[in-house]
């Protein structure tokens, strides 16, 4: 099996040949592996244009094999990502054995494509409630409550969920059950009343309704306030409207992997799968 380390080198040697070709001065300086991508950084000369890559793509796409090159800037540097035909798996066991204590509340979501381990703190001022949109949500949302799961003792959290999640029921801090909206309100108001934020709740839906819409902004306009989270997959986004998500992630059209869209910016990752499940 040829070595990772003498791919990589090969492949960094065909887009030098690539930009020689075309008269382009600029230097490979370095790379990133992510389970999705390999990412080659450029230095290229003063004045020397990004669109000038980009219009290389497709010969670049050529020289390596590759099904899929993409070119983008971040400051002076060019980055050129060549997507890997021997994708690998992100998996949630391998990322909760290679990640310190997380603060309380925090979830995995997965492998960023600058290859970093993409974290989700819900109690973040600018997150509080998260909506994944799209009809692979629901996966995304079972590694989210997996990770809190795993991470948190049954008296700092609780997960309440409403749907597909039947098979997680044997998890701690889990409770598969209808969501008593009435009672969930009355909680956030008494909490609220009383200074109290603990234990985090955690309200996950498996596809809200047009039925759900009312119920979601009554949960997101004090919940955070109170120490209590939705999690909510939106098949459709018109059915969330009027109620206030801090992130919506995405799915990016290819099972598996989504955009995270929030005040912070756009981040593309591979979300983290478990044990045994496909994307």
Same mark, same amino acid.
């Given at each position: 099996?040829?070595?990772i380390?003498?791919?990589?080198?090969?492949?960094?040697?065909?887009?030098?040949?690539?930009?020689?070709? *075309?008269e382009f001065?600029?230097?490979?300086?370095?790379?990133?592996l992510?389970?999705r991508w390999?990412?080659?950084h450029l230095?290229?000369?003063?004045g020397?244009?990004?669109?000038?890559?980009?219009?290389?793509a497709d010969?670049?796409?050529?020289?390596?094999?590759?099904?899929?090159?993409?070119?983008?800037q971040?400051g002076?540097?060019?980055m050129i990502e060549i997507r890997?035909?021997?994708?690998?798996p992100?998996?949630?066991?391998d +990322?909760?054995?290679r990640l310190?204590?997380?603060?309380?509340?925090?979830a995995i979501?997965?492998?960023?494509d600058?290859?970093a381990?993409?974290?989700?703190?819900?109690?973040a001022? *600018?997150?509080? %409630?998260?909506?994944?949109?799209?009809?692979?949500g629901? !996966?995304?949302a079972?590694?989210i409550?997996a990770?809190l799961?795993?991470? %948190?003792?049954?008296?700092? +959290?609780?997960l309440?969920m409403r749907?597909?999640?039947?098979?997680?029921?044997?998890?701690?801090?889990v409770?598969?059950?209808?969501?008593?909206?009435?009672?969930?309100?009355?909680?956030i108001?008494g909490?609220?009343?009383?200074?109290? !934020?603990?234990?985090?709740?955690?309200?996950?839906?498996?596809d809200?309704?047009d039925?759900?819409?009312?119920?979601?902004i009554?949960?997101t306009?004090?919940?955070?306030r109170a120490?209590? %989270?939705v999690?909510?997959?939106?098949?459709?986004?018109?059915?969330?409207d009027?109620?206030?998500?801090?992130?919506?992630?995405?799915?990016?059209g290819?099972p598996?992997?989504f955009?995270?869209? !929030?005040?912070?910016g756009?981040?593309?990752f591979m979300?983290? !799968?478990?044990?045994g499940?496909?994307?």
């Amino acid at each position: 099996m040829t070595d990772i380390r003498e791919t990589l080198e090969s492949q960094a040697d065909a887009i030098k040949d690539v930009l020689r070709r *075309d008269e382009f001065p600029a230097r490979v300086t370095g790379g990133i592996l992510t389970p999705r991508w390999v990412q080659f950084h450029l230095t290229p000369a003063l004045g020397s244009r990004v669109d000038r890559v980009r219009e290389l793509a497709d010969e670049i796409s050529r020289a390596l094999k590759a099904s899929q090159v993409r070119v983008s800037q971040k400051g002076a540097a060019i980055m050129i990502e060549i997507r890997r035909n021997d994708e690998q798996p992100v998996m949630l066991a391998d +990322l909760l054995k290679r990640l310190p204590a997380l603060p309380m509340g925090t979830a995995i979501l997965g492998i960023a494509d600058d290859g970093a381990p993409l974290l989700l703190r819900l109690p973040a001022v *600018d997150v509080g %409630h998260v909506v994944i949109v799209g009809a692979d949500g629901v !996966s995304l949302a079972r590694t989210i409550i997996a990770s809190l799961a795993a991470t %948190h003792r049954p008296r700092d +959290l609780v997960l309440v969920m409403r749907g597909a999640f039947g098979e997680l029921a044997h998890m701690r801090n889990v409770h598969v059950q209808p969501i008593e909206t009435r009672e969930l309100i009355r909680v956030i108001d008494g909490r609220i009343a009383g200074r109290v !934020s603990r234990p985090l709740i955690v309200v996950v839906f498996d596809d809200v309704s047009d039925a759900d819409r009312d119920v979601l902004i009554a949960l997101t306009r004090n919940g955070h306030r109170a120490g209590v %989270h939705v999690v909510a997959c939106a098949c459709d986004a018109a059915r969330i409207d009027g109620a206030r998500f801090g992130v919506r992630l995405v799915s990016a059209g290819e099972p598996g992997y989504f955009t995270a869209e !929030s005040g912070a910016g756009v981040t593309h990752f591979m979300a983290a !799968s478990l044990r045994g499940e496909k994307r």
